[in-house]
């Protein structure tokens, strides 16, 4: 063995589904388990024979591998996890203890621009477990985990250069039609609640899109036509519109508006269709 090898565990409680990340300078059959204060009283309650560890790479680059899954994971805020810190090396040093915000951030510009190589890209997707071969296939945690997690996530909102980063990333992906079977029948039977709702009408309230979304939008639909499936589902949400939206409907249909261009006032539906717009007045002032 080089001197310089060494590798990445990850440990599985299979009784709470609770984990640990780490990294040894060694092989994999040395004997080594753990360091990490939390972990090693886990392993004291429940016994290692109730522990499940995974090798998640094997290499020279152990401590940057072990940097990258605790960065991923977030593992020293994440709920189920046995580690203490997100810095490779400071588990013991760091317990009770948290990086100011002068440390926060020189560690954050350390970070900024670095990118993996090709090479060390492939080696992390080689190594990682993938579907039933993953300890945590089919471990969904408990339902008090799961409130944990979902409790932690709430307030919480991604910077603008994050929201970038995950538009670019999604560009150009579609789903499989297996995932989108799975979607469609996790959404079956779920309704919003009112509060979801009345959040998604004001978010929407005074949106207008740019006139570039529109054409994107309109060349989309071109050709499109609605399969009689597709036709049959939209007759029958038309039956079950409920009388208060009839109602709410029909007083907006009814609502008078002004065209600005020629001061002729009508119904909404027409007055969008000929004025405003499409009026003949500002097609004249244009010219």
């Not at 954050?108 to 990682?128: L, M």
């Not at 779920?190 to 309230?205: C, G, P, R, T, V």
């Amino acid at each position: 063995m080089k001197e310089d090898q060494g590798f990445v565990y990850l440990w599985i409680n299979d009784i709470n589904s609770n984990w640990y990340i780490g990294s040894h300078k060694g092989t994999t059959d040395d004997g080594y388990i753990g360091s990490g204060i939390h972990f090693k009283k886990a392993i004291e309650k429940y016994g290692i024979e109730n522990f499940t560890r995974c090798i998640i790479y094997e290499g020279s680059e152990y401590r940057e591998q072990e940097q990258i899954y605790l960065d991923l994971l977030d593992a020293a805020n994440c709920c189920i996890s046995y580690n203490l810190t997100n810095v490779v090396g400071l588990g013991p040093i760091m317990q009770g203890r948290n990086h100011t915000e002068e440390s926060k951030e020189k560690m954050r510009i350390a970070n900024t621009g670095r990118k993996h190589t090709e090479e060390t890209k492939k080696k992390i997707s080689d190594s990682a477990l993938k579907g039933k071969d993953h300890p945590w296939y089919g471990k969904g945690g408990t339902e008090e985990e799961r409130k944990i997690n979902s409790e932690r996530q709430k307030g919480k909102k991604l910077s603008p250069s994050h929201k970038e980063n995950v538009i670019k990333a999604l560009i150009g992906r579609v789903h499989s039609d297996e995932t989108k079977k799975k979607i469609s029948e996790a959404k079956k039977g779920k309704s919003f609640s009112e509060e979801h709702k009345n959040n998604l009408s004001k978010s929407h309230k005074d949106k207008k899109a740019s006139e570039e979304t529109r054409r994107k939008m309109s060349e989309s639909k071109k050709g499109r036509k609605h399969s009689p499936e597709s036709i049959e589902k939209m007759r029958i949400s038309k039956q079950n519109i409920s009388e208060e939206t009839r109602r709410k409907i029909g007083k907006n249909a009814k609502r008078k508006i002004i065209c600005p261009h020629c001061d002729k006032e009508g119904n909404i539906s027409n007055m969008k269709r000929w004025h405003f717009d499409n009026c003949k007045h500002k097609l004249k002032e244009a010219v």
